[in-house]
Each structure stands twice: as C-alpha cells, then as structure tokens.
C-alpha cells in the first residue's frame, strides 16, 4: 500500500498518514537521555517538555522540507502540506516541489494550502491599513539583535513567510516543476481518490489550495 504523508503538520496531524514536521522537539521525542538531561538541569521549561511529549505521543517524525524527504522514491499516492511551503526560500520551494515529485507515485496527488495572496490584498484594498497588511503578511524578518534571539533562529530557522502565493502562481511554479497538471480547488475539494482524514477546509478563509499531479 503506498504512503499518505503530511508534511509539515504542526499541531495538526492527519489521522492514518505518515506525520512529518522540523520542531527540534521531535528530535528529543525521539533521544529519551537528550530529554532527561535537559529536564533534569531545567533547560527546557514545561511548555517545552509538553511539546516533546505531544510529538512523541503522537508519533510525528522528523524531515527538513528544504533537503531530501526521508522517503523512498514512487513510495506515496499523495503528499499534503498545509501552511509550511510560504515558509520556504523560492529556491527551497523548487527543491521541494521536486522531491516531492521523486516521493509520488505516477499519478499521484500534491496538495499544498498556503496563505492566499489575493485575500490579504483584498483585505488591503477594503481597510487601507498598510501597518494590517504588513503585520497579517508575517513577511518581517525577526529581529536578531538579542542573543536568545540568535539562539532561536540557529535552531528553528525563520519562521516568517518568505514569498506568497495565489493559485495561479503556485500552480506555475508546480508546473515548472515537473507535475504534469495543477488544479486550484475550492475548499473540500480534491483529487485525492482516499483522502479519508485529511481535512479539506484547513484555514478556509484565508487559504488558497492548489493539486499538482505527477
């Protein structure tokens, strides 16, 4: 049976799928002594060791959405993510998109739902308010100045939008990519023939989704 895999899945894993996400705390979920050492000398705080746990609970693993997907190739008939690929470099982007072109099955279905670029320029365009705009964008890189600051950018990387899409543009990019179709779908809508737990209106009001086919 080929693989249904999330990736990126945050706080919201699809029931039944192949989990992925980069927190560092999947990391520790999966070094039990790493865990016990941090605990044991309070260099986590509870919310932290809460997170650990809920991944380890959960079963989530481990992937950098900017390498090589810890898959085998042609091994899944669908590949979802939901609000992690804006967080990607334009380079970044194309080399997901590949892999995840290498990981598919023929035929087979890449769903990515992004924050929708017309939406917050719509929303723009209605209340004139460019400090709004600028802020819902979440397209400012962090301040670096602190060296907790440092600290956190070493271990996480940025987690601010680094481009924006609308459908047309993500399904350009799809295309380029080497994905032989792209389809704009409305939300609860999909190509997806067992899309059984996955969550088709994730963020509807300010989400655009976009199906590419291999």
Same mark, same amino acid.
């Given at each position: 049976m080929k693989l249904k895999v999330n990736i990126g899945c945050g706080s919201t894993p699809t029931e039944g799928w192949k989990n992925f996400d980069n927190t560092p705390a999947i990391k520790l979920a999966h070094s039990p002594f790493k865990f016990w050492i941090l605990k044991l000398f309070g260099l986590i705080n509870p919310s932290q060791i809460e997170n650990v746990e809920w991944n380890k609970e959960n079963k989530i693993l481990f992937a950098d959405a900017t390498k090589r997907l810890p898959l085998s190739d042609s091994s899944a008939e669908c590949i979802y993510s939901s609000h992690m690929f804006e967080h990607l470099s334009r380079d970044e982007a194309i080399l997901f998109l590949k892999d995840a072109l290498r990981v598919l099955d023929n035929g087979g279905v890449l769903r990515i739902s992004v924050p929708d670029l017309r939406?917050?320029?719509?929303?723009?365009?209605?209340?004139?308010?460019?400090?709004? &705009?600028?802020?819902?964008? &979440?397209?400012?890189?962090?301040s670096l100045n602190l060296l907790r600051q440092k600290f956190i950018l070493f271990f996480v990387g940025y987690r601010h939008h680094q481009w924006m899409y609308d459908g047309a543009s993500l399904s350009k990019l799809m295309l380029e990519s080497g994905f032989k179709d792209a389809i704009v779908q409305d939300a609860g809508e999909t190509c997806i023939k067992n899309?059984?737990?996955?969550?088709?209106?994730?963020?509807?009001?300010?989400?655009?989704y976009v199906e590419a086919i291999k």
């Amino acid at each position: 049976m080929k693989l249904k895999v999330n990736i990126g899945c945050g706080s919201t894993p699809t029931e039944g799928w192949k989990n992925f996400d980069n927190t560092p705390a999947i990391k520790l979920a999966h070094s039990p002594f790493k865990f016990w050492i941090l605990k044991l000398f309070g260099l986590i705080n509870p919310s932290q060791i809460e997170n650990v746990e809920w991944n380890k609970e959960n079963k989530i693993l481990f992937a950098d959405a900017t390498k090589r997907l810890p898959l085998s190739d042609s091994s899944a008939e669908c590949i979802y993510s939901s609000h992690m690929f804006e967080h990607l470099s334009r380079d970044e982007a194309i080399l997901f998109l590949k892999d995840a072109l290498r990981v598919l099955d023929n035929g087979g279905v890449l769903r990515i739902s992004v924050p929708d670029l017309r939406y917050f320029i719509n929303n723009y365009i209605a209340n004139k308010d460019a400090d709004e &705009f600028m802020s819902k964008m &979440f397209v400012s890189a962090p301040s670096l100045n602190l060296l907790r600051q440092k600290f956190i950018l070493f271990f996480v990387g940025y987690r601010h939008h680094q481009w924006m899409y609308d459908g047309a543009s993500l399904s350009k990019l799809m295309l380029e990519s080497g994905f032989k179709d792209a389809i704009v779908q409305d939300a609860g809508e999909t190509c997806i023939k067992n899309f059984i737990g996955l969550n088709l209106f994730e963020r509807e009001e300010e989400s655009v989704y976009v199906e590419a086919i291999k």
